[in-house]
């Protein structure tokens, strides 16, 4: 009998992964670390197991997006550049997110939300 087996599985006699459970630190589901997972991040040089499940990876992804788009969020808003305007209600200088246009009259938000009314 001969030992030298081809590894079938991987392709690769490196190492063997094999399927881990790992607990996610968000919901505490434990989820599997799958042989092929393991391999990936290695192969990416990645030594960090991962922390959260696919669902709690995949909501974080999309929070990430969310809160990206959404005024990229916080730092950005502020560096956002508003022009400074005079209402046409009530006179008010006021912070507007955009240029304000000759002929087009510019409410602080105040009068913003009566006007639009
Ligand atoms: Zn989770
Ligand atoms: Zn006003």
Redesign the pocket.
């Known amino acids: 009998m001969t030992k030298l087996q081809p590894n079938a599985k991987e392709g690769r006699a490196s190492m063997s992964y094999e399927d881990k459970t790992l607990a996610c630190v968000e919901c505490g589901t434990s989820f599997t670390f799958s042989a092929s997972e393991q391999e990936f991040f290695a192969a990416k040089g990645l030594t960090n197991e991962p922390k959260r499940c696919p669902d709690c990876r995949q909501a974080r992804k999309q929070q990430r997006r969310e809160s990206y788009d959404d005024g990229n969020s916080y730092g950005y808003r502020q560096q956002r550049q508003m022009y400074s305007a005079i209402?046409a209600?009530?006179g008010?200088e006021?912070q507007i997110p955009f240029e304000p246009r000759e002929g087009r009259p510019v409410?602080?938000s105040?009068?913003y939300a009566k006007v639009r009314r």
């Open positions: 209402c209600s009530c008010k006021t409410y602080c105040e009068c």
